[in-house]
């Protein structure tokens, strides 16, 4: 008796519970890695037809978890791993050069197909390391290194030599690149959509032209934090006709003139110019008529703009608005929510000085 029992049991759990659990796990968009792995622990037969779903398995993720270079080897030595897309180790402990080259050497079938890497944060990570592992991924688009102090050129060197297909790069905090990286990413990634420089102090006008002039396709550029720049740079950024997103914070030598120039990407849908002091309403009375479908707009800590520019976007960017930093702008006077509305009907964030 206690046999049949098994037995309808089992065909409960293959008829009924199994098919259920997988329509949740392939419909939602919230259910993590580690949700995955919680669920092959319910059942053999759950986690059976769990691991028989490749697409389930397509992405590894050991953000901020301990002891993660061993965690990774141990997790591709895996079969259901054989084919990852993704693999996120970002702020995760414990990576070194080491344990990249052991992935190289043990499971280098696994990241054959790999299109996505992200290394944010992982500082033990050296050019020796970047060199071992972009050689074991030859169809990496997506690359992530932020806030690493120890990568030099030499590692953008390895990167364009073996990952052709790379799209989007993060650079940010990676104070040691120079000019010679971003000659190397204008030469060899002209289908760049996303690039991030934030805080890469030691690039200057001529590394940002021969990316602006050579990877028209960007769509995303971060230049947060880096002042050195000057219009003679600022001003090329106008031949971004795809841009959608620009910060240019703490760009102190951004004038008129150079954000009258990137005006032309009419396509801008997110600006960041906070303390971007020498600018004037003039500047951005440009960006108002030239960029339409801007939503999202920070004039924080410049003095020079007056209630006059407020006007002129409000009457290009009326529909379309939702974002609107002026703290510190003191030449702005504050409003109350019904005459912001009447400006700016989308407005949802609007900052204003104390």
């Not at 010679?180 to 030691?202: F, P, Q």
């Not at 971060?222 to 219009?231: C, E, I, K, R, V």
């Amino acid at each position: 008796m206690s046999g049949i029992l098994i037995i309808e049991t089992e065909e409960i759990w293959r008829r009924e519970t199994v098919p259920r659990v997988l329509q949740i796990v392939s419909t939602s968009i919230n259910l993590t890695q580690r949700d995955l792995i919680s669920l092959l622990l319910v059942s053999p037969w759950l986690y059976r037809t769990l691991v028989s779903y490749p697409s389930l398995w397509q992405v590894i993720d050991l953000r901020e978890m301990s002891n993660a270079g061993e965690r990774i080897i141990s997790a591709l030595s895996l079969s259901r791993y054989l084919h990852i897309k993704g693999l996120n180790l970002e702020f995760a402990q414990d990576v070194e050069d080491k344990h990249l080259n052991l992935l190289k050497s043990k499971c280098k079938e696994a990241l054959g197909n790999l299109e996505s890497l992200n290394l944010n944060g992982c500082q033990k990570i050296s050019d020796k390391g970047i060199e071992v592992v972009t050689s074991a991924c030859p169809k990496l688009k997506a690359f992530s290194i932020y806030w690493n102090v120890r990568v030099t050129d030499l590692s953008i060197q390895q990167l364009v030599k073996n990952c052709s297909c790379i799209v989007n790069l993060n650079l940010s905090g990676c104070k040691n690149i120079t000019d010679k990286s971003m000659h190397l990413i204008a030469d060899h990634y002209n289908e760049l959509e996303e690039l991030n420089l934030t805080r890469c102090v030691k690039l200057t006008d001529g590394g940002l032209q021969q990316i602006l002039l050579k990877c028209s396709s960007l769509q995303y550029l971060n230049l947060y934090a880096l002042s050195g720049f000057t219009d003679g740079a600022y001003m090329k950024i106008s031949h971004l006709a795809h841009l959608r997103f620009l910060d240019l914070c703490g760009a102190q030598n951004l004038s008129n003139q150079g954000l009258s120039s990137i005006a032309r990407c009419k396509n801008l849908v997110s600006l960041n110019l906070t303390w971007c002091v020498l600018v004037t309403d003039a500047g951005v009375v440009a960006i108002a008529r030239g960029c339409p479908s801007l939503e999202f707009l920070s004039l924080f800590g410049i003095l020079g703009v007056t209630d006059m520019c407020l006007e002129v976007l409000s009457g290009f960017c009326l529909k379309t608005l939702t974002t609107l930093d002026v703290n510190g702008c003191t030449g702005i006077k504050k409003r109350s929510p019904d005459e912001l509305i009447q400006l700016f009907p989308k407005l949802t964030c609007f900052k204003v000085h104390s």
